[in-house]
């Protein structure tokens, strides 16, 4: 009794641990065959499946939460080519309430980056969330780059209108749009729990909650989008 | 002319091993049946990420089928080879067939 309760754990813990990973029934179907395979085997061989097709399906999950970061900030601020450094002079040249906003923007479109590289490595090309991610994220360093005179604003709010309507003419497009701004959201609160902890009055984050943001606003950031946008397509565990 | 994707000689193999175990195919049988038959030892996750790729190519199909107690209640997933499967297998083995023709691989008299 004792034996078979233990199996049973064991296999509802294995059935948990692969639903991080694939659907819950394909988690289901996949250990219901480790059990049927290898009936009379050790715990050992068990787990080395598990943790094989663990491995195999989170592969692109892993590979994304570590490339995105860095390619995303890398694109983030390959788009500020033309007035970066001039972004503070253009807004007032000093720390006006519009440097903020532009510093928000900035900000905010590496999160869009980081979310499009990570939905293109998790989920692939066809997806809707990457095609959404890309779209704001282009949308948000063209904002960064031309926020400036009154011609400029108008136009990119009318892009931004354009892009709001074209999200929630489907339905598709519009559990997409979710998951993509609650991700942005999960990585902006995470940066900004990060920034209020610090007390450098130098820069945005203390030397510690720099070190954390580099690993925390990813992986908040690449949790939200898988969690958020289960419904929003089928999560094949191919494009796992 | 469209363009195709190339089988791969693993794909080929599972897609075999669908066919022949007709509605029965799911997991387990499969990875027993390319043992017995190709004398090869599969790992789950070579298995299962095959399955899906062909699954996702449109060259499989699949369904939930009967749960069983050495499964502990969870259901198995069958799978069926397309049309379109068919299709691509056998162009696959036709392109291997007349690459064979005429060789003389074994330097006795030609079979093929």
């Known amino acids: 009794m004792s034996k078979k309760k233990d199996k049973m754990d064991k296999a509802d813990f294995a059935e948990w641990l692969l639903h991080r990973v694939v659907d819950p029934d394909r988690a289901s179907e996949l250990v219901g065959d480790q059990l049927e395979a290898h009936p009379n085997a050790g715990q050992f061989r068990f787990w080395m499946s598990i943790t094989q097709l663990f491995l195999i399906f989170s592969r692109r999950t892993i590979l994304g939460i570590v490339v995105s970061p860095i390619a995303g900030s890398l694109v983030a601020v390959a788009f500020l080519i033309w007035d970066t450094p001039q972004a503070p002079k253009w807004l007032g040249g000093s720390l006006t309430s519009l440097v903020h906003l532009w510093l928000c923007m900035f900000a905010v479109s590496i999160l869009l980056w980081l979310a499009t590289v990570f939905s293109l490595v998790r989920f692939g090309w066809r997806s809707t969330r990457t095609g959404i991610a890309l779209m704001a994220a282009v949308l948000a360093s063209t904002s960064t780059n031309f926020f400036r005179g009154e011609i400029s604003v108008v136009i990119l709010t009318m892009l931004w209108a354009g892009f709001l309507v074209f999200c929630i003419s489907s339905k598709t497009r519009r559990r997409a749009l979710g998951s993509v701004s609650g991700a942005i959201l999960a990585g902006w609160l995470t940066g900004f729990a990060l920034a209020v902890s610090s007390h450098d009055p130098n820069s945005v984050f203390g030397k510690w909650q720099g070190l954390s943001a580099l690993f925390l606003i990813p992986l908040v950031e690449c949790g939200a989008m898988l969690s958020l946008g289960r419904k929003s397509e089928s999560a094949s565990p191919v494009s796992s | ?112």
């Open chain 2, 1 to 112: 002319m469209t363009k195709q994707f190339s089988l791969g000689e693993f794909e080929q193999i599972v897609l075999l091993a669908i066919l022949r175990l007709d509605d029965t195919a799911y997991g387990v049988t499969i990875q027993a049946e390319i043992e017995s038959c190709a004398g090869r030892k599969t790992t789950p996750g070579a298995l299962y990420t095959t399955l899906d790729r062909l699954e996702q190519k449109g060259l499989l199909s699949a369904r939930s089928g009967e749960s069983t107690p050495t499964r502990g209640g969870r259901a198995k997933r069958f799978y069926s080879v397309t049309k379109e499967g068919r299709s691509r297998l056998v162009s696959a083995q036709a392109a291997f067939h007349r690459l064979l023709g005429g060789l003389n691989l074994l330097g006795g008299e030609s079979h093929v």
